[in-house]
């Protein structure tokens, strides 16, 4: 199928590209690498009347330590977050779930803002994204707000952006001390969007008890599902392989997934379970390793 018929406006600057926002509000979307929105489109699930080609702006694909966090621009492909060596070395978990999406046309063209925009349900970055209590920059001619990854995900293919805004960065934290991260995806193939993903996070103190644990789950829900109740089964006691099996069980609390061709409702509920396991161990090995060295 062919989208419907649309104009596309090639903006050389930021103000530019949000003039034309503000100009066509609904009518309008951002286009950064094309890879999750062109497929929709020639759905037909979308059809804006016009696209704002942002790739020819400069300055806006970037990874920099900024005040205690990292700041990540909004045309940052894949490829880039997934060998980017200031991630891999004070919070990998983008890193690693770069790695994961897509195969390697899609991260070198794909860009982070453009998978946060669309909020696809299976997407990995938005489980990533809320285990880390990211910030995500919204512009507009008005100025920028600051939008927390819980308040971002507002449905399927929704979010909390307004017509007139973008989204213009990512800031997540940089994680010191005893710390380990690690997301693990359920697919049939390498290339598909998850069947169940989970990002993990845990930190642990010199004595070994965990004082830090976040968890967030993908592919279960209209949007990324952060796992309260596992959180609250590790925080404060002493890590080991027990406590993370006991904990894990917790992930499919209150879940309530999609059935679909893929997976049905009941065995993606038990995966998340699982999936959790997974990521904790190898979460928490990290840590243990960081301990040691």
Known sequence: MYPTRFSVIVPSTIDEALDALSRYGEDAKILAGGHSLIPIMKLRLSSPRYLIYIGKIPGLSYIKEEAGKIHIGCMTTHAAIESSELLTIKNPLLSETASKIGDLQVRNMGTIGGSLSHADPAADYPASILALDAEIIARSK????????????????????????????????????FFGTAYEKLV???????????????ELDKGGTITRASVALTGVGGTPIRARGVEEELIGRQANKELIAKASARASENLNPPSDIRASSEYRKAMASVMTKRALLKALERAQRRMKA
């Open 142 to 177: 008005k100025g920028e707000r600051i939008i927390r990854a819980g308040e971002f995900f507002k449905g399927p293919f929704t979010t909390a952006l307004r017509s007139d805004e973008m989204l213009f960065e990512i800031r997540i934290p940089v994680l010191q001390g």
């Open 188 to 202: 049939f193939r390498a290339t598909d969007f998850a069947i169940v993903g989970v990002a993990s996070l845990v």
